[in-house]
């Protein structure tokens, strides 16, 4: 993907394994995480919104954590799992918060949702189940033009739901 | 790509020259022939429009084809159902083909609410033509008469025997012509339409896989970068090119006041933006701290996104001089942005002469035309296709970025992309128009309005007629020269009008010691809306009061109802202003009644991110603006609602089968901004009439 100007001698790249895969990528303080995965790599999955980690859209995780990729230089990236939108779902299956927001019908153009699923993800990784509080905080530094808020979060319960079971149930 | 090359548009060809057939196989097809004027201006009785088609082939699977976009909005499943209940065909089975100029009518843009009341009515006529050909094709092969068929789960049915709708399409190349009369099925007797439906896409955009114009990466892609002026109004006096143009792989364009720059990647194309020197010439412009009295001294000519309205009823000036009680207040709106999650972006292909953009627009054929004035060449030789859209709200329907990365690709031989930056997207959008506007009213003793003057400065005509029964009323309004480029915007002029009035509404019970809800109700000759206004007070548990009263305890609740676009809609919001005087809303209940509902999961969805929409204008969002620059072109600088900003919000649909459907992605907003000001003014006596209401959190 990478253009051939572009390449830079092999001492000045480093590895990025995103998605499991590990690629080789010039070092340059001038390239975002976002910039190379989504020009370099080809991971459009992941997007563009502000440039300066106002609005989530460009979310991915590393090493399990939602981080904003277009203000996380290349260079702190390096040597740790990225994961992207498109490694979210186990190859054909959806992971159940991909799943809760198709029921939820939780997107409007869809542009937020990959930053939104990533950012869920994260959240149930590290709080299974969050109160609706841990929720809206986690999920604050994301924006939905749409203002499908109210979804997401319908989304996102759904979710939690699913993978707990309500506490004090018998087993 | 191979497409563009084909030959003309099927807009730009007579309908039995279109190769249907050839391109998705034996089948039916059915026409609405298009009402088009030419190329600008409405016709008689309306909007002209491209009509519509549709192909129903041997898979049993039917093409839909109309010249409205989809950009989020969710047009493209409500409108598939509308097609798939006319053919008796589950919604799987249909496939809607929308932005692309080549292969959809003729459309003059995806704005104004028109989705569903125009394209869904031609969708229905088109639909209601090519169903009653598959009766009677069905009707010869079962042996039955017409009357005995009917159609349903991709099945023709008669008394005795069935036939799948694909297999009456073998061999078959016919074309129908619908006409206007064609009668399409009854919304009360839909099985299809009307009930839940999912979006066949949606998986994509769960997985990443959705690709969104500034996605594409066609092979050999360059990237663009225009040079911008750095303030309105500057005109661009010298330019110095030569560090750009040295630098390597970077190609610089130069023509009239054009610069534009491409690269191999987009960090060159920054780099040789940077590089260019350029000098701006230009006076001052106005800035934010005197823009009332600017827009007051400055009347011009109506622009051509709204109507100018001049409306009049009985005697104002006697029924003034007769009014025992008469108030005149002022209310203004500021300019916003519309800040779609996706900036916009284009990307420009040439292939033998002919050139392909795709947009993420609103008006792909205006965007057509104007790339064929601008690069001089015909209509013909250009497509616009318009790729998922990361949301447009009115904002998408400008052409230069377009005429700009084509101007780029034919320069550089290559295919050229370009996105804004968020900066860019504040900077050279056009904002909804600031809206200045002044009222007076007149009642009796008893409250009873008896005169009613309404003066919409600059921001349009959109819902400014009143919907209550007032004998004598002066409506007009008065476009200004305005300092930042403007233009549509969601629910555009009504969200303005209907703040004003619905303020006021509330300051006339207020002073007449009437309940709110009572008052309107006693003024409302439209039935629909005061079923509305009805729906939401008892849903949201209104009771009755005399008049607002502030509350010690600081809380609050307001209601507000607004007509627009054939739709009704009634906002109650319910507030808290705590000590510190911080604003918390609580609770909002929004009641919307737009005709027969089509697609009622999609409608809720609207109407709920209305709501949000509409908080951002209503609490906080501002551009802030001075001698021609944006002071606040950033997200971390310019406030829109996020998740802690959305309270619980309640929606009531009330469905009207009997009704013709209108749209329901715009009015939903307009009733918002006033109830909210109203339930300020229950809680705390302060009475704001001027939105943003609090751009600081707190009320004044």
């Given at each position: 993907m990478t253009s051939p100007e572009a390449t830079a001698p092999s001492r000045n790249s480093l590895a990025l394994r995103v998605n499991g895969t590990v690629h080789p990528v010039p070092v340059d303080p001038d390239r975002s995480l976002l910039y190379v995965l989504r020009e370099?790599?080809?991971?459009?999955?992941t997007k563009y919104g502000c440039?300066?980690?106002?609005?989530?859209?460009?979310k991915v995780l590393i090493d399990g954590v939602a981080v904003?990729?277009?203000?996380?230089?290349?260079g702190e990236a390096a040597g740790r799992s990225i994961t992207t939108i498109e490694g979210i779902a186990d190859g054909d299956r959806l992971h159940p918060v991909q799943e809760a927001f198709l029921e939820a019908g939780a997107?409007?153009?869809?542009?937020?949702t990959p930053g939104m699923i990533v950012t869920a993800v994260s959240l149930l990784d590290r709080i299974p189940r969050p109160s609706d509080v841990e929720i809206r905080a986690a999920m604050d530094g994301n924006l939905c033009r749409c203002g499908g808020y109210l979804r997401i979060l319908d989304a996102i319960e759904r979710s939690v739901r699913r993978s707990a079971p309500p506490a004090g149930s018998a087993p | 790509m191979t497409d563009a090359a084909r030959g003309l548009p099927y807009d730009l060809q007579a309908p039995e020259q279109r190769d249907y057939f050839d391109r998705y196989g034996d089948g039916l097809v059915a026409i609405l022939p298009p009402q088009r004027p030419g190329p600008t201006g409405w016709g008689r009785g309306g909007p002209p429009h491209g009509g519509a088609w549709i192909h129903v082939g041997t898979h049993g699977r039917a093409r839909a084809f109309t010249g409205k976009v989809e950009?989020?909005?969710?047009t493209r499943t409500a409108l598939a159902l509308l097609v798939a209940e006319e053919l008796g065909l589950?919604?799987?089975?249909v496939e809607l083909t929308v932005g692309d100029t080549d292969l959809c009518p003729w459309d003059?843009?995806?704005?104004?609410?028109?989705?569903?009341?125009d394209a869904g009515e031609h969708l229905r006529a088109t639909g209601a033509a090519a169903r009653s050909a598959l009766v009677a094709l069905a009707a010869e092969r079962l042996g039955v008469?017409?009357?005995?068929v009917s159609l349903g789960d991709g099945v023709a049915r008669g008394p005795s025997g069935s036939v799948p709708i694909g297999e009456l399409m073998r061999g078959l190349r016919r074309v129908e012509l619908a006409s206007p009369s064609a009668r399409p099925r009854r919304p009360s007797d839909w099985k299809v339409a009307g009930h839940a439906a999912s979006d066949p896409g949606a998986r994509d955009v769960v997985t990443g896989a959705r690709r969104f114009t500034s996605d594409l990466h066609p092979p050999g892609l360059l990237h663009g970068k225009v040079l911008f002026?750095?303030?309105?109004g500057a005109t661009l006096r010298t330019v110095d090119l030569s560090a750009a143009r040295v630098l390597p792989g970077v190609h610089v364009v130069h023509e009239g006041d054009f610069v534009g720059v491409a690269a191999p990647d987009l960090l060159r194309a920054h780099a040789a933006l940077r590089a260019v020197r350029a000098e701006w010439t230009g006076g001052p412009q106005p800035s934010e701290a005197d823009i009332v009295r600017h827009l007051r001294d400055h009347p011009a000519e109506g622009e051509d996104f709204w109507d100018v309205i001049d409306h009049s009823v009985g005697d104002v000036g006697s029924a003034f001089a007769a009014a025992l009680v008469s108030l005149r207040e002022t209310y203004t709106t500021a300019y916003i942005?519309?800040?779609?999650?996706?900036p916009h972006a284009a990307v420009a292909a040439w292939e033998g002469g002919r050139l392909t953009v795709w947009l993420g627009t609103q008006t792909p054929f205006r965007a057509r035309d104007a790339l064929s004035d601008a690069l001089a060449i015909?209509?013909?030789s250009v497509r616009v296709v318009v790729p998922?859209?990361?949301?447009?709200?009115?904002?998408?329907?400008?052409a230069e970025l377009a005429v700009a990365a084509a101007r780029l690709a034919k320069a550089t031989g290559r295919p050229v992309r370009i996105a804004y930056t968020r900066e860019e997207e504040f900077s050279q959008a056009y904002f909804r128009p600031m809206a200045v506007i002044d009222i007076r009213s007149g009642a009796g003793q008893d409250g009873r309005l008896t005169a009613w003057e309404f003066h919409n400065l600059n921001?349009?005509?959109?819902?400014?007629?009143?919907p209550y029964d007032i004998p004598n009323q002066k409506i007009d309004n008065q476009p200004s020269e305005s300092p930042l480029p403007q233009g549509s915007y969601r629910a555009l002029a009504a969200t303005a009008n209907t703040f004003a009035r619905e303020s006021h509404m509330d300051e006339l019970a207020a002073r007449f010691g009437r309940d709110p809800v009572e008052y309107r109700l006693c003024h409302l000759a439209d039935e629909r809306l005061a079923a509305v206004l009805r729906a939401v007070a008892a849903r949201a548990g209104w009771v009755p009061r005399p008049a607002a009263a502030p509350s010690a305890s600081g809380h609050g609740e307001g209601i507000a109802i607004g007509l627009e676009k054939g739709g009704r809609v009634a906002t109650f919001a319910d507030v808290a202003v705590g000590p510190d005087r911080r604003l918390e809303i609580l609770r909002i209940v929004t009641g919307y009644e737009?005709?027969?509902?089509?697609?009622p999961a999609n409608l809720r969805s609207q109407v709920e991110g209305a709501t949000v929409m509409a908080l951002g204008g209503a609490l906080f969002e501002a551009i802030h603006f001075e001698n021609g620059r944006?002071?606040?072109?950033r997200l971390s600088e310019y406030r829109v609602p996020r998740f802690r900003d959305v309270p619980p919000i309640d929606v009531v649909l009330l469905d009207r089968p009997d009704l013709p459907s209108a749209g329901?992605?715009?009015?939903?907003?307009?009733a918002v901004a006033p109830a909210i000001a109203n339930a300020i003014y229950d809680a705390t006596g302060r009475r704001l009439r001027a939105l943003p209401l609090v751009p600081d959190g707190t009320v004044p």
């Open positions: 370099e790599l080809g991971l459009t999955g440039g300066e980690g106002e609005c989530g859209a460009c904003r990729s277009c203000v996380t230089p290349i997107f409007q153009c869809g542009y937020c | 950009v989020g909005q969710g589950p919604l799987a089975a003059m843009g995806t704005f104004g609410s028109r989705s569903m009341a008469r017409a009357p005995e002026p750095p303030r309105y942005a519309h800040v779609p999650l996706e015909p209509p013909s998922s859209t990361g949301s447009g709200f009115g904002g998408k329907h400008a921001a349009g005509s959109a819902a400014a007629r009143t737009c005709g027969a509902i089509v697609h944006i002071l606040n072109p329901g992605g715009e009015t939903p907003l307009i």
